[in-house]
């Protein structure tokens, strides 16, 4: 079959590699849709030990079944499908308690066993679930990202908040807006330095739009929030300086999520925590609830996807990856790879 391979240092080019077989408890999927995650590119650029050549990435997929294990019973060939990214153990303590995004030992897709970027993938049945007839592969693809945007959410004790700030304009900010304005947000502000990235955030229900290059951000927050701040802030970005106003820009009270990985080490004023009771929370990845309501939100019509979500086919996958590396479009915050 075919498959987009990260062959080596740099090096990501089409090639056939050897057809999946199921083992035990496995299915194999005809790949209908797969993201290409900026993980996934961002490793390509760092030469990051966490995803080593020759390795085919792709975590981000849907499809349907073409074959089972014999002792597969839950599904069947014909299946549409959508898959977790993450593979856990199930018998740790997380596992047990459903924090399965959690599991010490836990595989991904992509990382430590083959990924989507091909025309098939082998996937544990158990990581699985059924994929209805009204949500569109493109759809599909986007439901992992999605369910990342729903376990931000849940991440939240606040209901109903008035005013919700994203940090960060990417896929996973753009969902994000868009399960808050779900989830029961009244009002999104969108922050990012792309102007058109603020565009395509406005397009889903953000205003104002706030340019860090040329806005004072904490300033403009505060004075949209008549002084107090945002209920919450949501960084989808992960750099310490985002961070850093993630928690400047929220109401004493208030909550901060992160969820963007782009920087590590983040100075804060342990004063503005502490003395402004202001929570901060991380957000890693998903459970199998939050995926099943990603699937819930797409099935209802609640997200919109373009026209920032671009498809693309396979073929044309180490093209998109170079230009994603290189000079980021303009026109689209996701690529999608069609098998």
């Known amino acids: 079959m075919k498959a987009l391979r990260y062959a080596a240092w740099d090096v990501l080019e089409m090639a056939t590699v050897d057809d999946p077989v199921p083992t035990a408890g496995e299915a194999v999927l005809q790949v209908a849709a797969v993201g290409i995650c900026g993980s996934e590119v961002e490793a ?28 597969v019973t839950e599904f069947k ?34 990382m430590n066993r083959p990924g989507a970027f091909a025309e098939r993938v082998a996937a544990p049945a158990r990581v699985l679930l059924p994929l209805p007839e009204r949500v569109s592969p493109v759809q599909g693809a986007l439901v992992e990202p999605l369910a990342n945007g729903v376990h931000v959410w849940s ?44 565009a395509m955030a406005h397009a889903v229900g953000a205003e ?15 004075a949209f929030t008549r002084g107090r701040g945002a209920d919450v802030v949501i960084d989808a970005a992960g750099t310490a300086a985002t961070r850093r106003t ?26 503005d925590v502490v003395l402004g009771e202001r929570r901060i929370s991380g957000s890693y990845a998903v459970t199998y609830d939050d995926l099943r309501t990603a699937v819930a939100l ?34 689209y915050a996701k690529a999608l790879l069609l098998p």
């Open 246 to 271: 993630a928690v400047e820009a929220v109401r004493p009270g208030g909550e901060v999520v992160w969820i963007g990985t782009h920087g590590d080490a983040t100075e804060l004023s342990g004063r």
């Open 208 to 222: 104002p739009l706030l340019n860090p290059v040329r806005d004072a951000v904490v300033s403009e927050i505060r």
């Open 44 to 71: 390509v650029a760092a030469r990051s030990p966490r995803r080593t050549p020759p390795l085919v990435m792709g975590h981000e997929f849907c499809g349907e079944i073409v074959a089972v294990a014999p002792d």
């Open 77 to 110: 060939v014909g299946d549409r499908v959508v898959a977790s990214s993450l593979i856990p153990c199930g018998r740790c303590a997380s596992c047990r308690a459903g924090a399965v995004h959690l599991c010490p030992d836990r595989g991904i897709f992509g």
């Open 298 to 331: 797409f099935a209802h019509g609640r997200i919109e996807i373009e026209p920032w979500v671009r498809p693309f086919p396979l073929d044309e996958g180490a093209r998109v990856f170079r230009e994603l590396l290189t000079a980021p479009s303009a026109d």
């Open 155 to 198: 991440r939240l004790e606040q209901k109903f908040p008035e005013t919700v700030m994203v940090i960060g304009c990417g896929a996973i900010g753009l969902l994000a807006l868009q399960v808050a304005r779900a989830g029961g947000a009244l009002r999104l502000v969108a922050v990012d330095t792309s102007d058109a990235r603020l």
